[in-house]
């Protein structure tokens, strides 16, 4: 028996300017459907100009699609108002960037629990700090701690809320290769023992061959959407 979807995208297009005055018309998603499985782990890949920091914000409720549906957990996302759709972002999306967008002024603890006392259904922010192997760097703030560092307290911040979709946008992007490998393995320990669906936003196509699924999208479109039945290990990515 096929297990549902948790994520259904169907027919999603994204169009920018006066489409019906025809002026500065883009359009940055054309007519998009796919689904995702609970507990995958999937790269979106594309170059610049693709489309897909454009999906992964109607995924994370930051932008809304011009048409379609986006269903997750059999929720209309499409159809949430600006205060729902407030609630589902705080609840329901854990985002991860490239650039950390850490609280400078912050500790890394602080920065975890701040984000824990959003929701009341939170792990708690240490255990989450030690997972992401930050016990000892809690009482740091983000200028004392290195690039790679500041990555894992990103991923804690937004692993405390018990997330549905942990949403990456080019997550190893101001890495070096030896500390980016290490990201997408925690990320994908994180999937897998949390039991997490997590997205992972990238150009960088030679990272998705450990993924369970691996989307990739052109112009717009998607052009391939595949499901992996052999995922390599993050030891084996040639980087």
């Keep these: 028996m096929d297990l549902k979807p948790q994520l259904i995208i169907s027919n999603i297009s994204k169009i920018y300017g006066d489409a019906k005055k025809k002026e500065n018309v883009v359009t940055a998603l054309d007519n998009v459907s796919f689904s995702i499985n609970e507990g995958e782990f999937v790269f979106i890949l594309g170059p610049s100009g693709a489309g897909k920091s454009t999906l992964l914000n109607i995924l994370g409720g930051m932008d809304k699609a011009s048409s ?62 030690n997972k992401v192997g930050l016990k000892e760097r809690a009482n740091n703030f983000p200028s004392q701690l290195s690039g790679g560092e500041q990555q894992r307290v990103s991923i804690a911040r937004a692993l405390v809320k018990k997330p549905t979709l942990l949403l990456c946008d080019e997550p190893t992007g101001a890495l070096d290769s030896k500390t980016g490998l290490e990201i997408i393995e925690l990320l994908y320990n994180v999937c897998k023992s949390e039991k997490k669906t997590v997205i992972i936003v990238t150009h960088n196509k030679e990272l998705s061959v450990v993924g369970d699924r691996v989307i990739q999208v052109q112009d717009g479109k998607i052009i391939k959407n595949e499901v992996v039945e052999n995922p390599k290990k993050v030891s084996e990515i040639v980087w």
């Design 68 to 129: 379609g549906s986006y269903i997750l957990n059999d929720i209309n996302v499409t159809e949430l108002n600006e205060k729902k759709l407030a609630k589902f972002r705080q609840t329901d999306i854990g985002f991860v960037f490239q650039f950390y967008n850490l609280i400078s002024s912050l500790t890394a603890y602080e920065n975890v629990y701040l984000a824990s006392s959003l929701v009341k259904n939170h792990f708690d922010p240490m255990e989450i700090l």
